[in-house]
């Protein structure tokens, strides 16, 4: 009798706080969405956040954040921000659901008939989805009013046939917007070909936002951009050996690097710890060397990843590292074709556990290396290749038997550090023309990491620049940069103290922090600019063939969950200084960086924060140096 | 003509290739499935990776991973090690959908009736659930055969009423698994109340393992556990106002919290950034001080927030931060309520922009402070409460005229250090009397921060022991800690260089890193020692009231997106040190800990990868200083 009265005030006490929060949260929360407390003006190209309603009561004229953020100041929020650009202050409300991209030029010929037509469809595609996505929430409900202009896009291809990106590809584009007198937008997009209009879509969706006062769809109505960028190469690296990464995590890495005008997603394929990647030449790579079964990436997947990139405007760049860098797939091979795999001390043959490297006096060696070659150039069909070559050590070498066997015979029985380049030199030889062999015949351009074989005063003995690009990874200011640009190298750089995003996190072997911290903060990323450091060292940029940059994840420490947020905005902030490579530093883009890592999000990309927001919805207050008193 | 000719071409070659690769994928594919190629031995304490198959062709006996860290070494590959544990190698095969929860004791009585036992039920279904997680795939599809033992657990509690934590809990269980003579699996758990239950059913739900090469959940047949926690107050401090947090993230937190035996989950819920608590009394905070009216949290999500914590054995600690740290959202109030918000340069008026502090002589600030406290108390129904107080900028109180005023007529006018502790004593004390009106009359124990207010020599005439818990956030080797224990007061350690998890990444005002870099890995915090602290200090731990510790996630740089990689795992190793407080260090916890983020992960929760996935499976070889040549 007791127990049940209990339960009985208890039900009820229940129901009522049930009753009074549901009836506090109806009226508090809708009164929320109906009445917007704050707005945003423009002042002195600053959003300064007020009430929508003066002391007295009266209405200001304010905007919402988003309308403000692309009208104030004279880079309308874009990232990349344009090379030339002017966008009116006007806008006009585009209606999300009459967009149409008309991908035949004026010449009458219809794109969709070459195959850089049909990525220009489909990324058209994803335009209009873009900006659905925009509008709507996730189960379609509108965000905005029915209404609005029709949006008509217009793209005049000078090459439309192309379809994949070189080194030597025109990214520019011209983007005009003007408001039509029948009352619709008229766009028109102007590119050499397929890559520099998906940019102009790109920048396109950028000048089209939610505006959550007037709920609408919103775009300059007039707009006059000519955009290229600064530099032809602009890569992310992600390495799936280390820890295997998800094709759902990478495609979410394409899908931020196109937003970011990136155009090289470098694919760090295998590595010492795992072999994910499916040979379809020699399938006991995968069987022996992927973690699981399932953390593999089958031929399928690896070609829908291709397109995926392309129809992005990113390469997909494979990497098959060699000859360290190697140890997990190969143990089915025998023949000691693999040496010092899992050797310890690991310190005495590696840089990091596992050690591994082939062995470059084996012929198998050079069969294995020509059937991956073959699959990789059949599955990633890339415009140019990554050899790796970084990191042998040769005191693993040295302690092998058979390889001192063949040094001797060969007369390189110093055993002194020339000794075992010749026998590195030896090796990258025998399997550039396994790659040039699985190529049919043409050499395309290798990369290759500054390692032994771009030793100082050395380099040109065996690497010929006509054949190799280097790419850099020591700090921006070491003087072999120097000696590479004089000797005619084309060189990428991923300079490790602002490029390698896996830098300042706890260490992976014994404790305190990892080797190369600490973290790099994105503006040292975005201050990283490759003209000032080659002129530190005395090299006149004009003079050099810099190709361009690439950010780096090595993933010993992340993995499909973490990818996101290390590697973005971070790569976004290199990606301007890749693309408009400004004369200003970080802090007259940081407005813009926090919008576009908002950008990024809503893109479903798991972006790093960098500001409370409250910095974002208050320009100008969250500094550090600058007064920024009586300036608004 | 050409054209279609190489249309067809092209199509033909396309169709090739998609054929190609799926015939290749299906073969390889499957072949990787259906035949292991590598399982696990045991071999002094560690898991050896072998072929499944030796060099002439025949089986090894070999172990899946999984079944194989249950089984290798003395912890059972659990996290937190329990106090005394003894479980056999031999396992047997649970039915996955057959486990049966009893929850009424061995008296007879029907814990359902209890709230106590209504919350054991919901945690039995929780646990029922994982198992269902582990045999099966997303869409239902099982990955284990069908078959094995039907699991009985038996739970009997001396206090079934209990439904809340408080810092006198008793959180031990034990912990019995027998196999019966009908063949079913009887588990039993004894325990004081709830909370300890739900510990075992925690540690019994690790105990059970996916075994991937026999298809079966696995269980060890005999196992005997003592356990409980050496400190009451294990906690994890989330900040939802410098960026909001989503309920889902708030969420995944709890979820990890339970799976790490922490039980409380600290909510810093406003400041100066934003006010996203909705609250009751006075709606218009989070109109004005929200960051968009979607980013709050309603009654009926911070109850439901309350009751998934509860579930879980963790309370929900409420923070309404004061007087220092409030600023948005206040901004209806008027009559001079809140001083310096946003005032500049910052730098003069607080630690951080945007600046922003109550004035503690205006009445209205305690009956707005009054109403808050009674809507946080009506929904957390916390046990404590967290008041704040710590970052009173003295300078911004002596700008501000009606304070000084006010200072003058209490014969407070010498504007020294001290004149203002009394200003902020008396506030103190009246928001405390507030509070404790708030919560009918009674007290409850109350943290607050290391601040102004516990300086050296001084904090005996603001704080009374009996009332304040204080939360220490300067460094562990800080003087002030010995006088805090010495003078009997009760204390959580949030030794910022150990425990604050927001260190080491980018300057969010200004460049270069954060204040308090660099990174703290797991290792740091794990050997986050309280009692070797308070040693170094010359304090013996007997003699103190150390409740526990807390680690911290300040969102300047954080927001639903990262707060799980930031929090995860290194709140789990500061869980270890609070729950089984080992004499050993990071070292002996290593495979542990890597496998227990795997768990996280597998819970949802986005935990940061700590080594390549190569370690986890080469115990051992992932080593910087210990030689392990000749161990295995």
């Known amino acids: 009798m007791q127990r049940a009265a209990m339960l009985a005030a208890l039900a009820l006490a229940l129901l009522l706080q049930s009753a009074l929060t549901s009836a506090l949260e109806s ?23 007020v009430l929508v309603h003066d002391a007295e009561g009266r209405a200001r004229a304010v905007q919402a954040l988003s309308v403000c953020k692309l009208t104030c100041g004279t880079s309308a929020n874009l990232w990349p921000r344009p090379r030339h650009l002017h966008t009116s ?27 850089g037509g049909s990525l220009l469809q489909q990324a058209s595609e994803l335009f209009r989805e873009q900006q659905m996505r925009k509008a709507t929430i996730k189960d379609g409900t509108p965000l905005v009013k029915t209404g609005g202009k029709t949006l008509e896009v217009t793209v005049s291809l000078r090459d439309p046939g192309r379809h994949q990106l070189t080194l030597n590809t025109d990214e520019g584009y011209e983007l005009f917007v003007k408001i ?34 007037e709920k609408q769809l919103r775009l300059p109505r007039e707009v006059t951009i000519r955009d290229s960028p600064a530099f032809p190469y602009r890569g992310v690296l992600l390495d799936t050996s280390r ?87 190969w143990q089915w091979v025998g023949d000691n074709a693999t040496v010092c795999v899992k050797a310890e001390p690991w310190q005495k043959y590696c840089v990091e556990p596992p050690c591994g ?6 012929d198998k060696v050079y069969d294995l290396l020509g059937g991956l070659y073959h699959d990789m150039l059949s599955l990633f069909k890339p415009d140019m290749f990554h050899m790796g070559g970084d990191e042998v050590n040769f005191n693993c070498w040295n302690n092998t038997d058979s390889i001192v066997e063949w040094m001797v015979k060969k007369n390189l029985s110093g055993r002194q550090e020339d000794d075992f380049r010749m026998v590195w030199d030896h090796f990258q030889k025998r399997a550039y023309e396994k790659l040039v062999e699985a190529n049919h015949g043409h050499e395309l351009p290798v990369v290759i990491w500054t390692s032994g074989l771009t030793a100082p005063g050395k380099v040109d003995r065996y690497l010929d620049p006509k054949k190799y690009i280097i790419q850099i990874w020591t700090k921006g200011d070491d003087p072999l940069i120097k000696e590479l640009a004089e000797k005619k190298y084309r060189l990428i750089f991923s300079n490790y103290e602002a490029l390698y995003f896996d830098c300042g996190f706890g260490a992976w072997v014994g404790e305190g922090n990892n080797w190369c911290s600490p973290y790099i903060g994105w503006q040292k990323v975005y201050d990283n600019d490759l003209k000032k450091l080659l002129r530190n060292l005395g090299v006149e940029p004009d003079q050099t063939s810099v190709l361009g940059a690439e950010a780096t994840l090595w993933t010993e420490q992340a993995d499909s969950h973490s990818v996101d947020g290390r590697l973005w905005p971070r790569a976004a902030a290199m990606a301007e ?29 798991q972006a790093d924060s960098l500001q409370p927001q409250w910095c974002h919805q208050n320009e100008g207050y969250c500094y550090l140096s600058h007064n920024i008193q009586g300036e608004h």
Not at 184 to 210: C, K, M, S
Not at 250 to 263: E, F, G, P, Y
Not at 295 to 304: M, W
Not at 357 to 362: A, E, H, I
Request: charged content about 25%.
């Open 180 to 213: 039509m007198s029948d009352g619709r937008i008229n766009t028109t997009i102007i590119a050499d070909n397929f890559f520099g209009a998906r940019h102009a879509l790109e920048t396109l969706n950028q000048l089209i936002v939610l505006d959550d006062l």
């Open 89 to 115: 202050k006007t806008l006009d409300w585009v209606n999300y659901s009459s967009i149409n991209v008309e991908t035949r030029g004026d010449d009458g010929s219809d794109y969709r008939n070459h195959r």
């Open 577 to 605: 200084r890749l693309w408009s490579d400004p004369v200003t530093g970080w802090q007259a883009a940081e407005y813009r960086m926090v919008s576009h890592r908002e950008r990024l999000v809503k893109l479903g990309v």
């Open 243 to 329: 820890n295997f990464v998800s094709v759902d995590a990478i495609k979410r890495t394409l899908d931020a690097m196109a937003a970011s005008k990136l155009n090289t997603f470098h694919w760090h394929i295998t590595d010492s710890h795992s072999f994910p990647f499916v040979s379809q030449s020699f399938p006991k790579f995968h069987l022996y060397g992927a973690y699981t079964p399932a953390e593999v990436y089958t031929p399928t997947e690896v070609v829908d990843v291709v397109a995926y990139g392309r129809v992005r405007g990113v390469r997909v760049l494979p990497e098959l590292d060699a000859p360290a860098h190697v140890g997990e797939g």
């Open 27 to 49: 009226n508090t929360v809708r009164a929320a969405a109906d009445e917007p407390i704050w707005g945003y003006q423009c002042v002195k190209e600053r959003c300064e956040r």
């Open 357 to 362: 490297q082939l062995n470059p006096t084996v």
